[in-house]
C-alpha cells in the first residue's frame, strides 16, 4: 500500500499479513482523491478516519494538507499499525491515535471535522448508522464530507439530515459521499 500525492507521495504504509483486513485499494483511493480535489481543499482540514485500519485514508489527507487526523480502530493489531506508520512518515504531531468502538467514539466526540471517512467491515451491522449519529450530533462541518466504503448490498435510508451527493461503484465494493441535507422547517 502506497501513498499516490502530495508530502509523502510513493511511500508505502505497513499493514497486516490477515485476509479478515480489507485495505482500500489504490484504485478505489485514487477515485475518492479526484473527486475531492475540486470539492474540499485538504489544506488545513480537520479529519477523521473511523475503522482506521492501517490509516492509509487518513495517511492520504496529512500528505495533502491535512492539519490533523483522528484516527480510531478498535483492534490493538491495527493501532500499533497505525503507530509505526505515523512513526515511520513523520507525522505523529498530525495524529491522534485511539483504541476505541466507532460509535462509543461518535457518542462521546464534541470536536467537528472537515472530512470523515469510515470503512466498517463488510459483515458489520450498523454501518447504515453511521452517517445518521454523525450529522445528529453534527460533527461535520457545513461544507464537509462524510465518506463511507461499504459492501454494494449496504443501501442507507433517506433522511432529511444527508445527502448521497455521489455514489461510485467498484464491483463488490460501493463508495458513498454523504452531505448535510435540508433540514424540514418545523
Not at 14 to 24: G, H, I
Given at each position: 500500500m502506497r501513498i499516490i500525492s502530495g508530502l509523502f507521495k510513493g511511500r508505502?504504509?505497513?499493514?497486516?499479513?490477515?485476509?479478515?483486513?480489507?485495505?482500500?485499494?489504490d484504485r478505489v483511493k485514487t477515485t475518492i482523491f479526484n473527486m475531492l480535489q475540486n470539492r474540499l481543499n485538504l489544506k488545513g482540514a480537520k479529519v477523521l478516519d473511523l475503522f482506521a485500519g492501517t490509516g492509509s485514508l487518513g495517511f492520504e489527507t496529512i500528505s495533502r494538507g491535512a492539519e490533523f487526523v483522528i484516527f480510531v480502530d478498535n483492534s490493538n493489531d491495527m493501532i500499533e499499525i497505525i503507530k509505526r506508520n505515523?512513526?515511520?512518515?513523520?507525522?505523529?504531531?498530525?495524529?491522534s491515535i485511539i483504541r476505541d468502538d466507532a460509535f462509543d467514539f461518535l457518542n462521546s466526540v464534541e470536536d467537528k471535522f472537515d472530512l470523515i471517512f469510515a470503512d466498517p467491515p463488510y459483515a458489520y451491522n450498523m454501518t447504515e448508522n453511521i452517517p445518521i449519529i454523525i450529522f445528529e450530533k453534527n460533527i461535520l462541518n457545513k461544507n464537509g464530507y462524510l465518506i463511507i466504503e461499504h459492501s454494494k448490498k449496504q443501501?442507507?435510508?433517506q433522511n432529511y439530515l444527508y445527502n448521497i451527493s455521489e455514489l461510485k461503484e467498484f464491483g463488490a465494493t460501493?463508495?458513498?459521499?454523504?452531505?448535510?441535507?435540508?433540514?424540514?422547517e418545523k
Open positions: 508505502t504504509i505497513q499493514s497486516l499479513n490477515d485476509r479478515s483486513v480489507r485495505p482500500v485499494t505515523a512513526s515511520s512518515l513523520g507525522c505523529m504531531d498530525k495524529c443501501n442507507f435510508k460501493h463508495v458513498s459521499f454523504f452531505i448535510h441535507g435540508q433540514k424540514e
